[in-house]
């Protein structure tokens, strides 16, 4: 009868030593095995390296995403930059951007060939990055309390884009801020709101926003337009839809799209 070979670990615990040391027969079958072992775990190492460095490593749009432990809308308008502008054409040479991370936004649509676009940092600006901050001496992003008068003409641009900004604000100055949003653009305005029922802010973000977001239902929105005598873009809406489907493109948020004017 062949004898089974004994456990290298219990060898280890009863005589103190390593289990390769204790001869040379142990020795020739355990190498082979830390060998693999050793080549296994490099791989593994490797493969992590090389994936956060192309494509695994997360994005500054998918921290923004996490940054609030939900869904971000000023990300979701970077990735629907390319359907906007099927759907809005030369309406996109002129944007304004109102919202959280406006930078991150005004730098994707910067990009896009004939487009000039400007922010509004609701919230104070922390930690921000050096193109954040180029962006701000150029005037390009302002800091501003929207439930204030914008420091812009009336219809200074031909497109307002405003993401998660409306979330956290009272019904009181929502009745000011959207009439507000509505005298700078010249033509349209598209709002991106979070869907009822999706991750509220962190209590750290408290200090920030000031209250935790309200997410309020596609309903409720459609009759707060009408009270407050915003049209839907119903031509810009079919455009939308259209090249989403095109591109299957599923917005994270609720996309409206508005007539700023009569």
């Not at 598209?190 to 935790?212: C, D, L, T």
Request: with cysteine; proline share 6%; glycine share 8%.
């Amino acid at each position: 009868m062949s004898r089974r070979p004994g456990n290298p670990a219990r060898r280890f615990a009863d005589g103190g030593s390593l289990p390769f040391v204790g001869s040379m027969h142990s020795k020739s079958r355990s190498s082979p095995l830390l060998s693999i072992g050793l080549l296994v775990v490099g791989a593994i190492l490797l493969i992590g390296y090389f994936y956060s460095g192309s494509g695994g490593r997360t994005s500054d749009r998918e921290a923004l995403g996490n940054a609030e432990g939900g869904v971000s809308c000023t990300s979701e308008v970077q990735r629907a930059i390319p359907i906007l502008k099927k759907a809005y054409g030369d309406s996109m040479r002129k944007v304004l951007h109102v919202g959280p991370d406006t930078c991150l936004a005004v730098s994707s649509l910067l990009k896009e060939e004939d487009t000039e676009a400007w922010g509004v940092e609701p919230y104070d600006l922390d930690d921000v990055s050096a193109n954040c901050k180029s962006l701000v001496r150029k005037g390009l992003v302002r800091v501003a309390d929207i439930k204030f008068p914008l420091p812009y003409r009336a219809k200074s641009f031909s497109l307002v884009v405003v993401s998660d900004a409306l979330d956290y604000l009272s019904p009181k100055y929502l009745n000011k801020t959207l009439p507000e949003l509505a005298r700078v653009s010249a033509d349209y305005l598209v709002i991106f709101s979070g869907h009822p029922g999706q991750q509220r802010v962190k209590v750290a973000e408290m200090s920030k926003f000031g209250r935790p977001a309200k997410f309020r239902s596609s309903s409720w929105w459609t009759r707060y337009f009408v009270q407050i005598g915003l049209q839907v873009n119903e031509p810009a809406l079919k455009k939308f839809e259209q090249a989403s489907l095109k591109k299957s493109y599923k917005p994270a948020c609720q996309v409206f799209h508005l007539q700023s004017h009569d």
